[in-house]
Structures are given as C-alpha cells and as structure tokens.
C-alpha cells in the first residue's frame, strides 16, 4: 500500500481541531465534539505524534485566540511578543493531543489494543495531567463542551468533567470504527461489542440525566436572596488612584439599586471590587463598611490584601465579607494564581517579564477557608480558580453551602473568553450540588442551580445587578467523595500499558 506524505495527510488532523474548538462557547456547536476527532482518527496511524500534535495546534489556538487580546490590550506586550508566547502556550499544549495518539497507535501496533480501548483512557489521563502539570491548564477540556446539553451535564456528579471527556471520545471512536466497517463492508466484534456498550453508556448517561433533571430541589432547605453586582469598570482605569472614588460610587449605587427592590441576604461585589487595600483604614474603606449597614445585608467582595512577615510582606488576591452591622467577618484569599498574571514563575531568573496585574507585587497563594455567614459557609473561588473542580471540592467538603465565584472578566474584552469561563463553572455547581452565585466585573455575572441551570444572568460590558433566591446546602456527591480517583486508576492502567510496550519494543 503506497504510503501519502504528510502534506497529503495533515489537513484531516487540522480539521479534527477547527471541529473540537467550534464545539465551544462560541459558537458553541457542542454536537460538533462527538465526531471531531473522526478526521484525525482516520490518518494517525500514519504519522502517530505528528497528526496529535497538529490537531492540538488547531484546536488550541482558535479556542485560545483570547489571549492575544489579553496580552497586548491589557498586559501592555508588543504584539511580536504576544504573538511567540501564544504559541508557545498553542505548541505546549498541542503536546498533549500528540502524546495521546502516539500512544495509542504504539498500543494497538505493540500490543494489539483497540482505539476504543485506549484512546478514552489515554485523552482522560492526559486531560487530567494538563489540570495541574506546570501550575495546571485544564482550560477547554474536551467535556465541557456539553455545557449546555443539561441532561448530560448531570453525569458530572459521578465522575466531573472527565467522564463526559471519557463518554465523547469513546463515541468518537465508535463513530470511526463503525464507519470504517460499513466501508470494508465488515461486521468486525469490537464494532459489534463497541457499539453494544456505546449505546449502554449514552442511554445510562441520558437515563440518570434525566432523572436527575426531574428531582426536586429540598424546599426545606434554608434559603438566602443573593444580589449580584457587576460595576463593569474598564480594566485599563481600574488601578488608576485618581478612579478608586468613582469605582466605590459606582458600586455603592448598584447596591442601593439592588437594596431598593427588598433587602438582599447577601450582595456580592467581583474580584478586586475595591482597587486598594481595603484592610487600611480609610475613606474609601470606611464607604465600603457603609454600603453593608444602610443595606441592612451581608456583603461579600474582592479586594487586595497583604501579610506583614519580618521585613517583608505577602500579597493576597482576596474576598471580604460583612456582617449587616459592617464587621469583617472573615477573609479568603486565592489559592490557585494565574502564572504571570498574578505572579512571575522563576521571576528572579526572569527579571525582564512583568505580570498584568500592575501597581502590586507578586501575590502569594492562599488556603482553602469558608466564610462563615451565620449558620452557613461561604466557599469563594476567586477569577479562574472556578476552572479548577478539586478547589471548589475542598470548599464543598469543607461545609461550605454555597460557593461564590468573583472574577474581572474584563481581561478577556469581547470575545469568546467569558462564555467559556461560565461554560466550565456550570460544572463546579453540578460536581457539588451547589448553587454557584458568579459576579463578574464586566460579565457574565450570573446564578446557577445544582443542575447546572443559569437561572439568571447579565449580560457583557453593562453595569448590572443580577438577583436572585439560591438555596444553601446540598446532597453528597460521588464526585465529592472520590474526587479525582477514576483519573487516577486509568493513570495506572496507561502507565502499564506503557510498560508494556518497552518490554516488547525497546
């Protein structure tokens, strides 16, 4: 059989990435995910790294095209600059997408293993290293473009957004095998048998969807009405002193706004709300206080804080909260920080790179620790750190009956960036059973239910104030009390496939 050139072969895998990332919010084609990888399944034998990496490269730089704007809008780079860390970040990431057909062709040509045995492990394992290898990137994980087929969305309690990513690639497989008997004019048993268990996955996963779509939320519950305001402040003023007034103002309106359609319980304000250290005693801070006692409420806001150590200081991405009489009550600072948006990796050996956050030092990472609200806990994720499901699982562990995210989305300016931000948090409230209040600088502020459902939300780039009743507390999940185990086991399966194939094939 006359074997093609790359050239001849490279535009299958560069299509199986433009289908993948069109799967996405936006546009959000998300029946595109169960036959994108069809393409590249049909010539990596051919070229096992080569095809993986090319589709990785396509798939992440159009889901990723945000961080051009990111990069030289609002982090002030050159746009040549911009332009060699996007790829380099498009390249690094593509190296995950290359590992995984490389290994699966090794697989099946060392060990005689299926692609619909192999390919769902090894794209979970590798999605699941990518979550936290080098400071962690789970961005785009292939699950979560189902973000708005809410009946599958539901699986997410059982095994997170790997288990969808696991369900869509097994699919995929299906697909391709399928197609490639009909072609040969064959009825090959792993088609038979493949396609026997891909109609038990996909009916069990529509089943227990359904199901759970069905179930009622607990009307005993506790509940608690939620304001959420969203300033919609321009990140290139936002740090600016001479605007630090008129940001209180315009927050301190929209929460008289909020406050003037009956008291809210609680009135959450987003990331780095107050651009100063709201822990100083000031005028600014002293307003602040205020906006909690004339709205008779809580109020829960981010701000920056620092910790004074022996002649030196840590700086904190943090979120206050206030009693209605204006006491803080307690402070969470931010766990997972955004590598050279909030700090410098190696920043002594790189003394020429700054990070976007301007006019503060580099922050420090904080803990997991609840806010306590009365009887109840808050668990805040602050920016991305809502992309990260074992952080809001530690929260949900920790008795936290709500989780709040507050970010500044206005880095993103108006692209698809927002959208997918939202997409993935809808799967933190499921994972937990929780509901998710987000509030957002620039949008999308929104008020998700445990089932995934964005009851309510705002819309891009306009002050707003989003309201809404959540109720505190939820069910145990599977997801809570085995986190990241199933990743794990087949992290150990692929591992000893793996070892297999060096004892055969040096």
């Not at 100063?276 to 806001?301: D, H, I, K, N």
């Not at 780039?461 to 087949?490: D, S």
């Amino acid at each position: 059989m006359k074997r093609l050139s790359w050239g001849k072969t490279a535009a299958l895998p560069l299509l199986s990435g433009l289908l993948l990332a069109l799967a996405f919010p936006r546009p959000d084609f998300s029946w595109l995910a169960w036959v994108g990888l069809v393409p590249l399944l049909t010539v990596m034998h051919r070229h096992p790294f080569r095809s993986g990496f090319v589709a990785g490269c396509a798939f992440f730089a159009l889901v990723l095209y945000w961080l051009n704007i990111v990069m030289t809008t609002y982090g002030r780079m050159h746009p040549l600059f911009s332009l060699v860390a996007y790829v380099l970040l498009v390249a690094y990431l593509a190296l995950y997408f290359g590992v995984a057909t490389w290994a699966v062709c090794r697989f099946r040509e060392q060990l005689g293993l299926s692609y619909l045995l192999t390919l769902p492990v090894v794209w979970v394992v590798l999605e699941f290293l990518r979550s936290f290898l080098l400071s962690g990137f789970p961005w785009a994980s292939l699950g979560y473009s189902q973000q708005n087929r809410e009946v599958l969305l539901q699986v997410a309690d059982l095994f997170g957004v790997h288990g969808l990513s696991f369900l869509l690639v097994f699919v995929n497989v299906l697909v391709f095998q399928l197609g490639s008997a009909l072609r040969q004019r064959s009825s090959a048993p792993i088609s038979r048998s493949g396609g026997v268990v891909g109609i038990l996955l996909l009916a069990g996963a529509f089943a227990y969807g359904s199901w759970r779509l069905r179930e009622p939320l607990d009307a005993s519950a506790p509940t608690l009405e939620v304001a959420l305001i969203q300033g919609n402040i321009d990140q290139s003023v936002k740090w600016d002193p001479d605007n630090q007034q008129k940001t209180v103002d315009i927050y301190r309106e929209l929460s008289r706004e909020a406050a003037a359609g009956g008291v809210p319980d609680l009135i959450v304000w987003p990331e780095s709300a107050t651009p100063f250290y709201f822990q100083e005693p000031s005028p600014l801070s002293t307003q602040v206080t205020e906006v909690a006692r004339a709205a008779g409420g809580y109020l829960l806001f981010g701000s920056p804080a620092y910790e004074a150590g022996l002649g030196s200081y840590r700086y904190l991405n943090s979120a206050f909260l206030l009693s209605p009489e204006g006491a803080v009550l307690g402070r969470s600072d931010k766990v997972h920080l955004v590598p050279f948006g909030e700090y410098v990796p190696l920043g002594r050996f790189l003394p020429f790179i700054d990070k976007l956050v301007s006019g503060i030092g580099d922050f420090s990472p904080g803990t997991v620790n609840p806010l306590p609200m009365g009887d109840a806990k808050l668990g805040v994720l602050v920016c991305f750190e809502a992309i990260f499901p074992e952080l809001a699982r530690d929260y949900a562990r920790s008795g936290s009956g709500l989780l709040v995210n507050i970010t500044n989305d206005a880095w993103f300016g108006r692209s698809s960036a927002p959208y997918q931000h939202l997409a993935m948090t809808r799967f933190r409230a499921v994972e937990n059973r929780l509901w998710v209040a987000r509030a957002a600088n620039t949008g999308i502020s929104a008020l998700i239910d445990p089932q995934g459902r964005i009851v309510a939300q705002s819309e891009l780039f306009t002050p707003a104030v989003v309201r809404g009743k959540v109720v505190l507390g939820g069910e145990p999940t599977l997801y809570q009390r085995i986190g990241e185990l199933p990743a794990l086991l087949l992290c150990a399966l692929a591992t000893y496939w793996l070892l297999r194939t060096r004892r055969r094939y040096p």
